[in-house]
């Protein structure tokens, strides 16, 4: 009786880590389309030619082509979260961390061509993807610098009169903005290549005892009426 349950058990395993397999091959295989046709172009049918599965198992996952679209990044998005959570705990000091942060995440990209080009050259500007598990695993992936801008104005290492949101948009998006030209023109042609300027820039908004010139203008508003402190959300 014991022996029938585990070969009912390890029958079972071994049909979930089919079953995984199965959707991982698909979801490949819709990165190098879509990244390579766009979302409007890419055919279920292409996509299924090449991941080498069916039309049928394709739709037996996921219900429709935007269904698959939104679900490409989930898995790699879980994947980046644990590798930065478990090299982040190695690292001691608020700035080794956002070095760590940058690499990992250039690193990241550009190991991942075919996904990166769907995320942010397709999926970034739709509206219904914020919606999604995928866009949620993401969002856990800007917490984290959040959190260790947070740890750095916390511990002295960074200036206090910092917002986490700014620094971090700054920093994402010139990110991005480097890796959507290599993705275009190949220009940086080694990711990596733009990590030491892009940590540069980064630390001379952090660090404590920079000092920032005020532009006289803003200076003559923040003592005027009505000047609130903007205080966006994540």
């Given at each position: 009786m014991i022996r029938r349950q585990r070969e009912t058990v390890g029958d079972y395993m071994a049909g979930l880590e089919k079953t995984e397999a199965r959707k991982?091959?698909?979801?490949?295989?819709?990165?190098?389309?879509?990244?390579k046709k766009g979302f409007q172009d890419a055919t279920i049918s292409e996509?299924?030619?090449?991941?080498?599965t069916s039309e049928a198992s394709i739709y037996d996952y996921y219900t429709t082509k935007e269904n698959l679209l939104f679900s490409i990044p989930l898995e790699l998005m879980r994947q980046l979260y644990e590798v930065m959570e478990y090299h982040l705990k190695l690292i001691r000091g608020s700035i080794n961390k956002v070095y760590a942060v940058m690499n990992?995440?250039?690193?990241?990209?550009q190991e991942h061509p075919?996904?990166?080009?769907?995320?942010?050259?397709?999926?970034?500007?739709?509206r219904k993807f914020i919606d999604t598990e995928s866009h949620k695993e993401i969002r856990k992936n800007l917490r984290i610098f959040d959190?260790?801008?947070?740890e750095g104005i916390?511990?002295?290492?960074?200036?206090?009169?910092?917002?986490?949101?700014?620094?971090?948009?700054i920093f994402i998006g010139t990110m991005e903005h480097i890796v959507i030209n290599w993705l275009m023109v190949g220009n940086?042609?080694?990711?990596?290549?733009?990590?030491?300027?892009?940590?540069?820039?980064?630390?001379?908004?952090?660090q404590k005892?920079?000092?920032i010139p005020v532009c006289s203008f803003m200076a003559d508003h923040q003592h005027g009426a009505g000047v609130q402190e903007v205080k966006p959300e994540s």
């Open positions: 991982i091959k698909i979801l490949e295989g819709a990165a190098k389309v879509f990244s996509i299924a030619k090449t991941s080498r990992i995440q250039l690193l990241f990209y075919e996904f990166t080009a769907v995320l942010l050259l397709i999926l970034k500007h739709n959190q260790i801008i947070e916390q511990s002295g290492e960074f200036r206090q009169n910092i917002n986490p949101y700014y620094v971090r948009s940086p042609k080694n990711l990596t290549d733009a990590s030491d300027q892009l940590f540069d820039m980064c630390v001379r908004l952090l005892d920079e000092k």
